[in-house]
């Protein structure tokens, strides 16, 4: 894509974000100027005679020489321009506060007013701490409903209409296709973040196949749009657009949403057994149920482990475990359900190894925190892990859907402290040199500005 250079907003805000105070230019001619003309900037006298003329006593200090009532007035001073609008569309706040408020936070220190439209749980205060302006919209997730895409995709319009944003970020697949159709006509440039394609691209029943065929013409016809780019995380999902037919120019390839790595720093191996940590949503596909099966299989070998879980169902997603399932779990010996954990570090500060045996990623935020960590990994040879878990480098790789290859690589890599130690300090330099939030966000940034100064 060609920066053709900034090109400013001469668009004056109807919704008065800006206020431009009136200025008065007089020109004082004796005797000549109306009463109408001369309140505020001049002083009736009222103490008159009766039946004398009403005087006008102009201030000294706003009288003017015969050369400046003469000559041209001094041009109003132009209104100060608004900042560009960023609209971020998403389906969960929680989504956002947890996946883009590194990329958000860079976009507001770059000089942009940040919007977030989303279905509102409990992240409305926090999305407020941060000076960003939140606006709920419905998202129904998990199920095919006509009527709730349309209220959907209406709700979207609306907000066009009214916000009129200089550049909209859609984040994840859902939001992409309905924030798109809701974008028809508008002047905005769009970013689509197609991160990690979900369900419909992962599952092979004939339902997601028919998912898979019908989002894939979508997403041609509408990303292939003026001012319009797909945001990939892998070069895998980038091939993947590619194979449906969406044009090389309209890709950008950015890896991940950025990792803070001053606030994650490395930290020492605990004391005691080896220990597991999974993190992230209990999904099928993110490999939990293979995870849990690897650890039974140790422990039938006498070579059990112990294994941290951090994270709750999502039930919204077909492919989540029941909250019961998860439950069970925590009984079994050796294994923890820690739910949801709000800091992170303390679960990588309890845990030696950080596992994700996932079907498919766009680029993992568990994985990215446990490489700042300096934590080992062991993860699936699939699109998105293998960006940061990187073979005999930074982490084992094992074949999906592999209970007895994943028990392997734990015994080999809890076996192995050197091994660990290791890989450890190569995720973390690999975290600071490639994933950091600062890298991350000068990169996005770049793109929005990039985008916003192109013509439409």
């Known amino acids: 894509m060609r920066d053709v250079g900034f090109v400013p907003n001469q668009h004056v805000d109807k919704c008065a974000d800006y206020a431009m105070p009136a200025l008065c230019h007089t020109v004082v001619l004796e005797g000549t100027i109306p009463l109408w003309r001369m309140l505020g900037t001049h002083h009736v006298d009222l103490r008159?005679?009766?039946?004398?003329?009403?005087?006008l006593r102009t201030p000294t200090h706003l009288l003017m020489s015969t050369d400046t009532q003469l000559g041209s007035r001094t041009p109003p001073a132009r209104a100060k321009p608004r900042p560009p609008r960023l609209l971020y569309v998403v389906t969960e706040d929680w989504f956002f506060l947890s996946h883009r408020l590194p990329?958000?936070?860079?976009?507001?220190?770059?000089?942009?007013e940040v919007h977030?439209?989303?279905?509102?749980?409990?992240?409305?205060?926090?999305?407020?701490?941060?000076?960003?302006?939140?606006?709920p919209i419905r998202f129904a997730r998990g199920r095919l409903s006509p009527f709730a895409t349309l209220a959907t995709?209406?709700?979207?319009?609306?907000?066009?209409?009214?916000?009129?944003?200089?550049?909209?970020?859609?984040?994840?697949?859902?939001?992409?296709?309905?924030?798109?159709?809701?974008?028809?006509?508008?002047?905005?440039?769009?970013?689509?973040?197609?991160?990690?394609?979900?369900?419909?691209f992962i599952s092979q029943t004939r339902k997601a196949r028919l998912m898979r065929s019908l989002i894939g013409?979508?997403?041609?016809?509408?990303?292939?749009?003026?001012?319009?780019?797909?945001?990939?995380?892998?070069p895998d999902d980038r091939q993947l657009l590619l194979g449906l037919g969406i044009a090389p120019d309209?890709?950008?390839?950015?890896?991940?949403?950025?990792?803070?790595?001053?606030?994650?720093?490395?930290?020492?191996?605990?004391?005691?057994?080896?220990?597991?940590?999974?993190?992230?949503?209990?999904l099928d596909d993110k490999g939990i149920r293979v995870l849990v099966a690897a650890h039974r299989l140790l422990r039938a070998r006498a070579s059990p482990a112990m294994?941290?879980?951090?994270?709750?169902?999502?039930?919204?997603?077909?492919?989540?475990?029941?909250?019961?399932?998860?439950?069970?779990?925590?009984?079994?010996?050796?294994?923890?359900?820690?739910?949801?954990?709000?800091?992170?570090?303390?679960?990588?500060?309890?845990?030696h190894i950080a596992v994700l045996p996932s079907r498919r990623e766009g680029l993992p935020k568990s994985l990215l925190e446990a490489a700042a960590c300096a934590r080992p990994m062991i993860a699936t040879d699939v699109p998105g892990c293998r960006e940061?878990?990187?073979?005999?480098?930074?982490?084992?790789?094992?074949?999906?859907?592999?209970?007895?290859a994943l028990a392997d690589a734990i015994e080999r890599l809890a076996q192995a402290p050197d091994l660990r130690a290791r890989f450890g300090a190569a995720a973390r330099r690999l975290a600071e040199k490639r994933f950091s939030a600062d890298a991350i966000g000068h990169s996005v940034t770049e793109l929005y500005l990039q985008l916003v100064r192109t013509p439409g």
């Open 48 to 55: 008159r005679p009766p039946g004398s003329r009403l005087s």
């Open 388 to 404: 940061i878990a990187i073979e005999n480098e930074t982490a084992l790789l094992v074949p999906a859907d592999d209970a007895a």
């Open 250 to 282: 309209r890709i950008v390839l950015i890896p991940g949403s950025g990792v803070d790595v001053a606030l994650l720093k490395p930290l020492p191996e605990p004391a005691g057994a080896v220990t597991l940590g999974f993190v992230g949503r209990l």
């Open 217 to 234: 013409g979508l997403l041609r016809r509408l990303i292939d749009r003026p001012r319009s780019v797909a945001l990939v995380q892998n």
């Open 116 to 135: 977030v439209a989303t279905n509102v749980a409990d992240g409305a205060a926090a999305i407020a701490r941060e000076g960003f302006i939140l606006h």
């Open 153 to 200: 995709v209406r709700a979207l319009r609306r907000l066009h209409r009214a916000l009129a944003p200089d550049l909209v970020h859609h984040v994840a697949l859902q939001a992409t296709v309905l924030g798109s159709f809701a974008a028809l006509g508008a002047p905005a440039a769009r970013i689509n973040a197609i991160t990690g394609l979900g369900h419909a």
């Open 103 to 112: 990329m958000a936070r860079a976009a507001r220190a770059a000089g942009f």
């Open 307 to 351: 294994l941290l879980i951090a994270g709750t169902p999502d039930p919204a997603n077909p492919a989540s475990v029941s909250r019961a399932e998860a439950e069970g779990w925590s009984r079994e010996p050796g294994i923890t359900w820690l739910g949801h954990v709000e800091d992170i570090a303390t679960v990588w500060a309890r845990a």
